[in-house]
């Protein structure tokens, strides 16, 4: 697939995007890795990503694409853990981890790394932060069923169709 334009930054939700859960209320933290490698929270329940979301994650970085986490959870110290153990923090350029809007996350991130929300992509499970976003200027794409190399790829396609047909 040839792109004319790619994101300077793409930014996943984490909830039902990066991962299969609500880190605030169907998994226990604190967690950790047990003697196994495997991360488990407190009861000791296995805790598991979207299988393709290490390869998306290491395909946006070895393409020199930025990428950020903007997330509402109130759980904010079991999100960080998770992305710690997980070994997702040498991907990531920044994380909004906290309750309260995405448009409030994504301009953040925007203001961080001076990169225009025209530049940045969009990924979340729900359809409200969707709109909230697409208002702001923000190619952004409704995740299903988990994010994969497809819904990504899809999601690359439709930054490009639309900015590249949209030069000001």
Known sequence: MSLTRVPKMVVFDLDYTLWPFWVDTHVNPPFHKNSTGKVVDSRGSVIKY????????????????????????????????????????????????????????????????????????FFDDEHRNIVDLERLGVVSILVKNGMTMQVLMDGLKKFSDIRTTNIH
């Open 50 to 121: 979207y299988p393709d979301t290490p390869t998306i994650l290491k395909y946006l970085k070895e393409n020199n694409i930025g990428i950020s986490v903007a997330s509402r959870t109130g759980e904010i110290d079991g999100a960080e853990q998770l992305i710690q153990l997980f070994g997702w923090n040498k991907y990531f350029q920044n994380k909004q981890i906290y309750p309260g809007s995405k448009d409030k996350h994504i301009k953040k991130i925007s203001k961080t790394h001076s990169i225009e929300l025209e530049d940045m992509l």
